[in-house]
């Protein structure tokens, strides 16, 4: 229903800041909650962020929160989450995912029904 792509990530110092974008096809993305998850190697995939637009609503981690930002652009039909401040603890390979627009934003990754392929995000100490 709808197909997700991934891009913006790569290598950035401790400090640092990138930008990620999730470039969603087939539908707009106005009737989803989406979502961003990582996962490092030999860890279990985490909730990072995710906005309900129609809603009006945002969560975030508490790991991230105060220097992640997740965003829509309308326009691109893309949702993006601004990294800032990144720490060695962050990399890892970001998801970004969708589920039905539901009344609760879900922290769990078995709720949403569509994955991207991932971007691999690496902070360097």
């Known amino acids: 229903q709808v197909q997700l792509v991934e891009s913006g990530g790569g290598l950035v110092q401790e400090g640092g800041s990138l930008r990620l974008s999730c470039a969603a096809s087939?539908?707009?993305?106005?009737?989803?909650?989406m979502g961003w998850f990582r996962q490092a190697p030999g860890k279990e995939r985490e909730f990072v962020a995710a906005?309900?637009?129609?809603?009006?609503?945002?969560r975030y981690a508490d790991s991230v929160k105060g220097r992640f930002t997740i965003s829509r652009d309308n326009a691109k039909n893309t949702v993006d989450l601004q990294m800032n401040s990144l720490k060695a603890e962050d990399t890892a390979v970001y998801y970004c995912a969708a589920e039905k627009d539901l009344a609760i934003i879900s922290t769990g990754g078995n709720a949403y029904d569509y994955w991207g392929q991932g971007t691999q995000v690496t902070v360097s100490s």
């Open positions: 906005m309900s637009w129609s809603r009006g609503r945002t």
């Open positions: 087939g539908r707009t993305i106005s009737s989803y909650v």
